[in-house]
């Protein structure tokens, strides 16, 4: 089974919901900063001129920031279904593999014990192909279930790193706008509110770049995965190792015939 999630299903819902309502305080602050600059703009004289255009450039910015962090929202991801599926994975499929590999053995099946012959002696021949095939279905759960643990993972934090750029860019902006509100700190608002802007889109940016190589690194253990499904080493000629071929379709126990079969007397 996968190793536990940093987050509650609630906790990751309610990290969304924070993210969500940061995007509208942030909306709500700049517009509350460019009113305020707006108010006190005639008092300024010359200085007008600069603050419109680094208004402008705060509110493009803005909206900038608000676009790239919505578009996440559009598919902000499942982690705990693809955690569910994993866990399915190995407990489901792995373990049911790992139980018949321990029956994969001479010294458990019954075949040798209770007959004798050809086909007997061909359906031991197989154990060896039948536990190599069963070791490689647990081996890929348990890759299976590692991959898709560490992609929910990955979900998670990508969205506690937006989080922890939302909210001090909320701060920031909290205090930009009430030093706007005092009209002679409209110009240093203005510009602080810009520069603001700018470090939380270049936060958002390594966020976006961090999860982007977490991801492609976890995309080599999915194609490693793919290769292995293509991989027959544990399943002769693409199949499941069969007792025999032919001979074990007639499996009489008395006759004149090629199988062999028949029930152990010595």
């Known amino acids: 089974m996968g190793?536990?999630?940093?987050?509650?299903?609630?906790?990751?819902?309610?990290?969304?919901?924070?993210?969500?309502?940061?995007l509208q305080q942030v909306a709500d602050l700049a517009n509350q900063i460019v009113d305020a600059c707006n108010r006190f703009g005639r008092w300024l004289g010359p200085?007008?001129?600069?603050?419109?255009?680094?208004?402008?450039?705060?509110?493009?910015?803005?909206e900038k920031f608000i676009s790239e962090v919505g578009k996440f929202f559009t598919r902000p991801g499942v982690?705990?279904?693809?955690?569910?599926?994993?866990?399915t994975w190995t407990e489901q499929v792995g373990k049911?593999?790992?139980?018949?590999?321990s029956q994969a053995t001479t010294g458990?099946?019954?075949?040798?014990?209770?007959?004798?012959?050809?086909?007997?002696?061909?359906?031991?021949?197989?154990?060896?192909?039948?536990?190599?095939?069963?070791?490689?279905?647990?081996?890929a759960t348990d890759d299976i279930d590692d991959a898709l643990t560490k992609v929910a993972g990955g979900i998670i934090a990508f969205w506690l790193g937006v989080l922890a750029a939302v909210v001090p860019f909320v701060v920031e902006l909290f205090?930009?706008?009430?030093?706007?509100?005092t009209g002679v700190g409209a110009p240093p608002a203005a510009a602080g509110a810009a520069a603001s802007t700018v470090k939380v889109l270049g936060i958002l940016a390594a966020v976006v770049t961090a999860a982007t190589a977490y991801l492609t690194s976890v995309s080599s253990q999915?194609?490693?995965?793919?290769?292995?499904?293509?991989?027959?080493?544990?399943?002769?000629?693409?199949?499941?190792?069969?007792?025999?071929?032919?001979?074990i379709a007639d499996g009489s126990l008395n006759g004149d015939n090629n199988t062999n079969w028949h029930l152990r007397t010595s």
């Open 47 to 62: 200085l007008w001129d600069d603050v419109v255009e680094l208004l402008s450039k705060f509110v493009a910015l803005v």
């Open 79 to 87: 982690p705990w279904t693809l955690w569910s599926h994993g866990t």
């Open 3 to 22: 190793v536990a999630l940093p987050l509650s299903e609630a906790e990751f819902n309610d990290t969304l919901q924070r993210v969500e309502s940061g």
């Open 222 to 247: 999915y194609k490693d995965l793919l290769q292995r499904v293509n991989n027959n080493d544990g399943f002769p000629r693409g199949y499941w190792p069969r007792s025999t071929t032919g001979i």
């Open 108 to 139: 458990q099946t019954e075949i040798d014990e209770r007959w004798q012959g050809a086909a007997a002696t061909a359906y031991l021949g197989t154990l060896p192909d039948q536990a190599k095939a069963l070791a490689a279905i647990k081996a």
């Open 175 to 181: 205090g930009w706008g009430a030093a706007a509100s």
């Open 96 to 101: 049911r593999a790992t139980d018949l590999i």
